[in-house]
């Protein structure tokens, strides 16, 4: 490594302010040093960030240093689950669609366009035929007819390179991929499902080179090649994934160097690590940091709604909350506007219902909010008969997925139980385990239980969570056993339908219903957030809390 | 911490009464800490008469107001309650939870202790491998399992912690067993054909008790930071109850903005513990002067 | 001596057998499995049936131990699901890192334990030992947790010396003089409660020593007193305190779980936690072994030291 000679021979003098700052600390001698003692974290040599893009980029300065939330599972679009995962994978491969800038609304990305046959079961796409991927091996209906068979057909010959969590649940309609000509790809599905374009803009719908996969066959989550505007050059495991620029993006090459992935567990430490320079841009900054990061003009913050429902399921099964009254005194007992300003400090809006209005054509804009109103709610409980006060279990987690802060938001929420005669015991687990009581129905365990749900589409939480054929006996998620007949007509006349017009009018209907059941009490939706330094331009925070970079440069 | 047991317990000859006290009072940091350790416990055991606010009551408006807030003396937390009063409640929850985790492993690791230097043989080498499997595996992650498979909750942390600080008076108590049993009195006792349940109980667990004493009273410090170390990771007091480890948990969410609310029950386990750590090595040159 | 050491050596198989089961018990124990933990939201019957088939978890429990255990006797610790790739890469990784934290922790710990100690003994009932024997109090009182903390606030934030978190610069090559600066307050926060233990087992074993006829013998002799301490005494005095060594390193590398999280150091000990939460059963147990080995090993070694540096316990 010549660039590591180079810097052991310039920077003696930065290495002896090093040395003498550990000598400090660990005779726990308080000297006085001066603050301004090495930070590493900015490089001072121009030469050590010579290797992400290459020759001739030298102008576009530094990789762009993202903080992320965690070590990355794998950079196999068709093996991880996880945002964190996607947020490195949405820059390094591309889909056959991909969404739109500013909303989850679908555009074409390696597909220029498309036809669905009225029946709604063949999806035809033309391809871009000036496309490779990144170890040069040719974009083309055959890789894209092998990506889909890899993930599906268990006996395709490369599925041993999985496992693909997701794809049954993403693509499980899809019957057959047909290769009909060198860059048009059909697409036959079993049955009508209308989320199925916005579902191939998914991360997990990202193309994978055939070439790699069956080079590295496993491996390929750590050796992976796509067409997107990235290319991987390193992963070192806990410290750093490293990207460079694309020069021969198809869609045009990106404005800086590249990009450097941090996995920084600690929310704490990403704030740190930002307002030290160690890192240029973080995501899900902590709602506490995010005014102090708004104020600090070295920096900006950005918010976005995102399609995230952060909602309490309640136990329909059993009393109390068999009686609509006792749900809907829920509904108004909780403080939900102070729980997004004050627990959550504004980085979540109050939500009305079950869908996320980023969803925008799909959420019904006349839905007003359960206000709080404890007045109304003892009244409701003392029709119901339980004006002597009820104690009931109330499930939190630890932590998780989109949890948001979950046991300040459930000790919050206990609080303001208390205040109308409802005195909710907590029971806190860790998120696996919580997934696991709660997954499987809370019929005789709890009355209560936190929920949250991100979804690509509209479709997915209220079809999972709501019909009565997705109680938890059915292999559904519909923990609290809802059940209404309108509800499952309308859900599931809404999935097959192409035109979207209709399915937003069964939508709409739908939210409209469930609002008045209150199966669960409607609390918040996140605000996707990011902190970047202020010399950042072109990000915008998307509202699938991906992290598109492609746009980006430095000032 | 728990390693501060004696190694290699000295047989002490057993000093008690009047004593014990005298010789406990000159040293005054053993006073000091005795001292502060009654202040805390009687203001723990005082919080439901004290003119203190309710620990759970929230205003999240005034969320994390500063040391010396009106009204609120420590500041408050990230909903807005009382530093002051979680401190004193949560005394409560903290103290007796690290003490009776004391208790179960050392009434535990001792029996076992007792049974495998009394026994020796087969017996010992099986109950001694056992501890070391638990010696050997480790105790934090140990700890964060047994919690995972027992459920959330206090009382569960409370017995991952003693399960995993049952080595050290197994250990401790082992040891000064094997001693005893070559002892005179004890071949005296066998000869007169005495039970071996009634010599181990009547003739050895009194001489054996001095060590239990001093490996108890330097242990418990440790087990209320270890107890507030799950606490601090999240598996500790189930809400509202306040505790000293959940509390430094969730202040650490705040340490660049309000690094009080770290910092307030932090310094609470640091004083606690000191304190019962000057009283412990009072209590053990007490018991064994020759260590002094 | 030999057999001494062999009988030792033996005695380690069935403990790290006892680990290993303990370990799989655990993780079998636990609510939740991985096919739920890894499909999170969307873990319907139908997908974690079919994720078991890929994984190879839906054979019985038994079958799945013997496997583990044999193919680890070959070498093989499998491959981890949380993290898709072999579970003996990311242990290496991870435990290069712990040991690096450990090592510095250890070293930081024999010179201020040993030097405080020793110091102590000497000055037995002045102003040193005072000191001395009050800071190893304070050393082991406060919670590493929270210590590694309040070096954050102040030598982080408040006069940015060191950096917050990590082991390395975000990118570009990075030198030895770049993790030793990043290693300062993580190693620092972790060594100072077993220090404490240190000092004052050193302190009280030197007065014990210093006590013995045959230290008053060498001081009689004419011996100079920094000869009679270094040489005499503490090579005594080092016998009861090498095997508490062994054990600390024990604490030293299970208290590394704290001082990794607050300082996001990637050590194993992180990583654990980590791999329970996701329910990574081939991880936890190659991980809980690896450690358990490690400490086995170190406490073999601390024992066999002693046994070199006192004869009589060989005889035991």
New interface residues.
Partial sequence: MTTQMQRWTSGPGRRLRTVMASLLAVSLVLAACGGDAADPETPDDPDAADDPGAAGDADLGDPLVVGQVAEPASLDPHQVTAVNDFRININLYDGLVRYEDDSLGVEPALATDWEISDDGLLYTFALRDDVSFHDGSPFDAEAVKFNFDRMLDEDHPDHDTGPFPLANQFFGQVAEVRAVEDHVVEFELSQPFAPFLSNLAYPTGLLISPAAVEEHGEDVGRNPSGTGPYVFVEWLGNERVTLERNPDYWDGPPGVSGVVFRPITE??TR??EL?SGGVDLIVEV?P??VA?LRDDSDLTVQEQAGPHVWFLILNLAEAPFDDVRMRQALNYAIDKQ?LVD??LQGTASVAAGPIAEAFGWAYNPDLEPYPYDPERARELIEEAGYGDGVDVTFF?T??GSGMLDP??M???I??DL?EVGIDA??????WN?FLDEVNAGIEGKADMAQMAWMTADPDTLPYLTLRSNAWPEDGGFNSGYYANPEVDALLEAAQVETDQDERARRYHEMQEIVVEDAPWVFVASWKQNAAMSADIQGFEVHPSFLLRLHDVSRS | ?S??TP??APAAPPASGPGLWRRLRRNR?AVAGLVVLVIVVTTALLAPVMPLADP???V??D??LPIGSEGHLLGTD???RDLLSRLIWGARTSLSVGVLATLIAALIGSLIGLVAGFAGRRVDSVLM??I??L????????A???V??L???LINAMIAISVVNIPFFARAVRGTTISLVSAEYVDAARALAFSPTRILFREVLPNVLPVIIVTMSTTV?WMI?ET??LS????GA???TSDWGAM?G?G????????HV??VP?TA??VV??SL??LG?GLRDALDP??K | MRVYALRRIV?VI???F??SL??FG??V???GDPARAILGSYATPENIATLERQLALDRPLPVQYVTWLGNLLTGDFGRSYSLNRPVLDELTERFAATLLLAGAALLIMLVLGLTAGIIAAVKQHRWQDRVFT?GA??G????S??LA??F??VFS?RLGWFPTSGMRPAFGPSGPMDVLHHLVLPATALAL??S??IA??TR?SM??VLRQDYVRTATSKGLTRRVVILRHAFRNAIV?VV??VG??V??L???A??IE??FGWPGI?RM??TA?GTRDILL?QGG?VL??FT??LLNLAADLVQAVLDPRIRLQ
Avoid: C
Avoid at chain 1, 425 to 430: L, S
Avoid at chain 3, 140 to 143: F, G, K, Q, R, T
């Fill in positions: 929310s704490q704030v740190t307002l902590p506490d940091d102090p102070s004050d627990v939190v630890e932590g046991v300040p459930g000790e919050a206990q609080a208390r015991a907590i029971e806190t687990y860790e385990s | 911490m390693a501060a190694p290699t940091l759970a009551a929230q999240r408006s969320r994390l990230h909903l807005g491998r056992g070391d499997v010696m050997a595996f480790p105790y934090l992650l140990l964060i399992g047994l995972a498979v459920g959330p909750g410090g930071t507030a170390g601090f990771l999240g598996l189930q809400p509202p430094l969730a650490r969410d705040f340490i660049t903005r309000a690094p770290m910092i932090g386990i640091f513990v000191i750590n000057f090595d020759r260590l | 005695q069935p403990v790290l006892g680990v303990l370990a655990m993780m124990l636990i609510p009050v109090l304070v082991l009182s406060v919670p947790f929270w903390m309040i954050i606030v934030l409660v077993a404490g233990v004052r087992l009280s007065l014990e009861t095997p508490v054990v600390q024990g604490f590398l299970g208290g779980v704290y999280t607050v000990g654990l936690v329970i936890v809980v450690v358990a400490y086995v």
